[in-house]
């Protein structure tokens, strides 16, 4: 068994078509098919059931087997890594976090650490079109900061190969204009930003699947109306908190803002319609020294994760 039959395989099982696999590796579809085969004529298994000239789908031991196999890909790259910085005389971690509004608290993290630790190099994965979980298992981050929903939550702990540590728990607020008129008591009821329009950050250009959008939108619908929707992919932080500044939007966060935003305001709920959690997140496998220094770091650090109001 060699790396590249390894990847190969991985490929065909997530395109399930030998002719895409080849095209997204650069190899012809006859080549891709005899690595594949030679990698079970190792293993004594058919991994794959061959339909048609090359559409495949995974065997019952095919689909027991792909988890060791993203493992042994995920330990291959991170071997390979870890010889590079060795040989380069430094230590490094890679750590992914969300792209939008505001940082969870990862930035004032990653300052801490760093003065602490030097010689250790914090590699930020901020943009990536993998997910976190894929990220983590294929060995491209260390470590992940993420806002999940309860649901999320479980989800991931209930996968025996990654490790999620609660930071904090969020509640929903909105950035407003500074002077809105529905600021109470430097609280706002939901009900009374009907008509505004909101202004989400998504991975995605649809709402569908985005939980930060489905339980906005849930909330809304209990206080009685249907909210009007924007989603930004692509601007600055400044830009957004700008358009809120002069009344354009609302913004709906799950925590508050690390910077302050001329005339604009954070303002919390006067309702808690749900909450999320501030976790990170690693894989259990991962017993790299300057991952564990970035775990006690952010476990001695937790009121950065704790909104302040």
């Avoid at 910085?85 to 992914?96: E, P, R």
């Avoid at 940082?103 to 993998?130: C, M, Y």
């Avoid at 690693?282 to 109001?309: D, G, I």
Wanted: charged share 25%; hydrophobic share 35%.
């Amino acid at each position: 068994m060699d790396q590249r039959q390894v990847q190969l395989v991985l490929s065909v099982a997530e395109k399930l078509s030998f002719s895409e696999a080849a095209w997204e590796n650069s190899y012809t579809a006859s080549v891709v098919s005899k690595q594949v085969a030679a990698l079970e004529n190792e293993l004594g298994v058919r991994i794959f059931e061959r339909k048609g000239r090359s559409k495949v789908e995974l065997t019952e031991i095919g689909r027991e087997l792909l988890p060791c196999l993203s493992r042994c890909q995920a330990e291959y790259h991170r071997m390979h890594k870890i010889a590079s910085y060795a040989t380069s005389g430094t230590s490094y971690i890679s750590l992914s976090c969300p792209c939008g509004f505001s940082t969870l608290g990862e930035d004032e993290l990653i300052s801490i650490f760093s003065v602490q630790h030097p010689e250790i190099t914090v590699r930020l994965l901020a943009k990536n079109d993998k997910t976190c979980q894929e990220l983590l298992l294929c060995g491209d981050a260390d470590v992940s900061i993420r806002m999940l929903s309860d649901r999320q939550l479980e989800e991931y702990r209930a996968q025996n190969e990654l490790c999620c540590v609660k930071l904090a728990d969020t509640h929903l607020g909105v950035v407003l204009r500074e002077n809105h008129p529905a600021i109470r008591n430097g609280r706002v009821d939901l009900p009374a930003l009907r008509e505004e329009t909101f202004l989400f950050y998504a991975f995605k250009d649809k709402m569908d699947g985005d939980p930060k959008i489905i339980d906005f939108q849930s909330a809304c619908r209990a206080e009685g109306f249907e909210p009007r929707l924007r989603i930004f992919r692509e601007i600055r932080s400044s830009g957004a908190f700008a358009l809120a500044a002069n009344g354009v939007y609302a913004i709906p966060l799950m925590h508050a803002p690390n910077v302050t935003y001329s005339g604009t305001r954070y303002v919390p709920l006067s309702k808690n319609h749900y909450s999320y959690s501030i976790v990170m997140i690693y894989q259990r496998s991962n017993h790299s020294p300057s991952l564990k220094s970035f775990v006690r770091c952010t476990a001695e650090n937790l009121s950065l994760f704790s909104p302040t109001l």
